[in-house]
């Protein structure tokens, strides 16, 4: 079978997120000897970044931005011409003009739960206008597909409830983390005075989008101020500044707390490391996730996790975060505290990280989503077959 997989999100920044998805996909495909060939559709910048792994895999040169007019007029005829038997979507963002076979992983509805002009720089028209065309484009990809991936069984259930749909049309293949390899000869101190972060420190590495509900914990700050209680760590937020990260400094400013924040913009994969080796925690506020990656990563370098109870968080972490309620200040530093301050705590969540972290792998997820290809295959037969038996009558 020849399967057409959309990777424009592959490599770059945006492989932080659903393009890691993408690749690793990729990558274990590569090392699987199965019978199919398969298409990829890069962007042009990413074709100096993409290493051909054996002869199954063909590259087509796809320049067409996501979530643009170009996306979805030119997206189905380069599809065509490709002469796919069936093409997997690992994002939602499917042109509305494709009616050939496809597969579409669905990662969470956060568009649909989090429609607020936070989580933009448009201005209220623009907004409107593609907010709900972002609505008309995820309900093509859900009524249209084969099959529909998710990766976590919170996620299946939202769509399922969302959109009224049978469950037997939603597969869950969970994703997995991975270490994060410190540079040779790192010198930790140095990192850490370049970032001037002091310890003991709190540490967020991601975006700081609304729905990840970062304020929280300058509002924790804020409130150990008002206790009059002293703040004895930092908070230290790692992501490349943008419109939202700014937002967030000029709130931690408001509150008279910015001496106890710490913004380090962009920090490389080689220097991350050294960031949670040193934490005395890893913290994850958010409201609404998907899968969660971010504090999984944590436990692979034997970080402690405090997590919010929301969403997939305790599907995915299981026994290994301290959980809050997310809306809930006192209920945040009662979990600090009890991680910075008993020592058998935090051992117990390091060792049960250890143990969480290898019920997921990328090979497991890329095994399972070459069954929802079979899947689709033997459904092309019996297509087929009774074609066959319809044309003989």
């Known amino acids: 079978m020849r399967i057409g997989i ?34 990829i559709f890069l962007q042009p910048e990413s074709l100096r970044l993409w290493k051909a792994p054996n002869d199954k895999f063909s590259v087509v040169v796809a320049p067409y931005h996501w979530y643009s007019f170009a996306e979805q007029l030119g997206m189905p005829w380069k599809i065509w011409r490709a002469r796919v038997d069936v093409m997997h979507f690992p ?9 050939k076979p496809f597969i579409v992983t669905i990662h969470d509805l956060i568009i649909n ?98 729905h990840k509900n970062l304020e929280m914990m300058i509002d924790v700050l804020k409130e150990l101020k008002r206790r009059q209680q002293p703040i004895p760590w930092q908070m230290v937020f790692v992501g490349r500044e943008d419109y939202f990260y700014a937002r967030l400094k000029q709130h931690a400013w408001s509150k008279n707390v910015d001496d106890h924040t710490v913004f380090t913009g962009f920090v490389p994969d080689s220097e991350l490391s050294v960031l949670y080796a040193h934490a005395e925690a890893y913290v994850f ?38 959980y809050f309620d997310p809306a809930d200040v006192s209920a945040i530093i009662d979990a600090i505290q009890r991680v910075m301050h008993n020592t058998e705590r935090r051992q117990t969540l390091i060792q049960n990280g250890d143990v969480q972290v290898r019920q997921y792998s990328w090979h497991r997820m890329m095994q399972q989503t070459l069954n929802v290809y079979a899947e689709y295959e033997l459904w092309k037969e019996k297509q087929q077959q009774k074609k066959k038996n319809s044309s003989r009558d």
């Open 6 to 39: 959309d990777a424009r999100f592959f490599g770059g920044e945006q492989s932080k997120g659903l393009g890691r998805y993408t690749q690793k996909l990729i990558e274990q495909l590569a090392e699987h000897d199965g019978p199919h060939t398969y298409v």
């Open 285 to 322: 506020p958010s409201l609404y996730e998907g899968f969660g990656l971010p504090p999984l990563e944590a436990m692979t370098q034997r970080t402690p996790v405090l997590s919010a109870n929301t969403s997939c968080l305790p599907e995915i972490l299981g026994d290994a975060a301290e």
């Open 113 to 210: 739960h989090f429609p607020t002009e936070r989580a933009t720089t448009l201005g209220p028209f623009l907004y409107t206008f593609k907010h709900l065309a972002g609505q008309w484009v995820m309900r093509h990809a859900v009524r249209f597909s084969q099959r529909i991936i998710t990766v976590s069984e919170f996620s299946k259930h939202d769509i399922v409830n969302y959109y009224g749909i049978d469950p037997q049309k939603v597969v869950v293949t969970y994703e997995a983390a991975d270490p994060v390899t410190p540079a040779e000869n790192t010198n930790a101190k140095q990192i850490l005075e370049r970032y001037r972060i002091r310890k003991p420190y709190l540490l967020y590495i991601g975006n700081a989008y609304p």
């Open 91 to 99: 994002h939602f963002n499917v042109p509305l003009l494709y009616r």
